[in-house]
């Protein structure tokens, strides 16, 4: 090989060389920026709160962000801990983010509670904005060191049973019945029934083995336990009426993540959070599932029963020292019990119009 011939292949590997080391420092530095942000939830990844909230979520931010914003989701508490340990899980930066039932953790988020008493939202969509409005004016304290992105209720919860068909509040008496949350719990007590409390994933099994009679849940959150397949009978309010009772969910971000994230990507971030994104969940996520997941019921053999409009009187009736003492106890901790119920209640009204 001549000189001048070495000297062209030489170059040419050179070349060869800083160009394969400037991919390479291309792909570093597209994987660098990339934000990889961990998901925890406390359902199955078939479960409508993933296919329908969680994931769309995600896809979304990723699509506006270029690739930078990317989830990884963990479902049915895959990083371990407990649902009850969710909101701290995200606060204390084990996780970035995380979609939970805050009152599972009971007694600590006491002015939100307001939206899980009795007869307090009709449809999910205008309960999930009227829930980010006040929680943002009126609970801010009770998420520190957590930023909200969105904020929801579920479409309401009605009664299951698996051989019992309680029509009137007699009925109730002494049966067993599963409350997702303390305000549900006092509920179901003041109806002259047995709370048992316990996240949705325990319900399966304690219906099954006969540990409760009943469960409180709403309808989207049935497939996702088989409940239609369990419970055979399903008691709900009167057509329009204020449902039996509500959850509250926050989909949050540690607030330090948040903070650490670039300008573009806090844009997407919040382009993609607050009271539009929280109605949103609630009509996609929860209304928009009501029918569909009654019809598998009915399918199923479902028996349904919905309370006349005297004997829902007596049961509103029945339930009113629920919402007293709710009144009271956020009254100790310095907050205007009254006011806060009220408002609670004009931005329900407000949104369902």
Not at 9 to 17: E, I, Q, S
Not at 198 to 218: F, H, I, N, T, Y
Not at 264 to 290: C, M, Q, R, Y
């Amino acid at each position: 090989m001549s000189k001048q011939q070495t000297s062209i292949l030489n170059r040419l590997c050179a070349g060869l060389v800083l160009g394969g080391l400037a991919s390479f420092a291309s792909i570093s530095q597209a994987a660098a920026q990339q934000v990889i942000l961990r998901v925890h939830h406390f359902l199955p990844s078939t479960s409508s709160a993933q296919v329908k909230l969680i994931q769309p979520w995600c896809d979304k931010i990723n699509k506006e962000s270029g690739d930078k914003l990317k989830c990884q989701i963990y479902p049915a508490m895959q990083l371990g801990g407990t649902p009850a340990q969710l909101f701290d899980q995200v606060r204390d930066g084990v996780v970035d983010v995380i979609w939970t039932v805050p009152t599972y953790a009971a007694g600590r988020f006491a002015k939100s509670e307001v939206f899980e008493l009795p007869w307090m939202v009709v449809t999910a969509k205008a309960g999930s904005r009227a829930f980010w409005d006040y929680a943002q004016k009126n609970a801010q304290d009770e998420y520190k060191g957590v930023k909200p992105l969105f904020m929801h209720v579920h479409d309401g919860a009605l009664f299951h049973f698996t051989s019992k068909q309680p029509k009137t509040l007699a009925d109730m008496k002494g049966l067993k019945i599963r409350a997702a949350t303390r305000a549900n719990s006092k509920m179901i007590a003041a109806l002259g029934a047995t709370p048992v409390q316990m996240p949705l994933p325990a319900v399966p099994e304690s219906l099954a083995k006969g540990v409760v009679d009943g469960a409180a849940v709403p309808w989207e959150g049935s497939p996702a336990i088989k409940l239609a397949e369990i419970a055979k009978y399903h008691l709900n309010v009167p057509a329009g009426a204020p449902r039996i009772s509500n959850t509250i969910f926050l989909f949050g971000m540690n607030q330090a993540k948040y903070d650490s994230l670039p300008a573009d990507l806090k844009k997407v971030i919040d382009a993609n959070s607050g009271p539009e994104t929280s109605a949103w969940a609630g009509e996609t996520g929860f209304d928009a599932v009501v029918e569909p997941f009654k019809k598998q019921a009915a399918d199923l053999g479902g028996v349904f029963y919905d309370l006349p409009q005297d004997e829902y009187k007596r049961w509103v009736d029945a339930t009113a020292s629920v919402e007293e003492e709710w009144v009271k106890e956020v009254g100790a901790k310095g907050a205007d019990g009254k006011k806060l119920l009220a408002e609670a209640r004009a931005l329900i009204q407000q949104y369902g119009k």
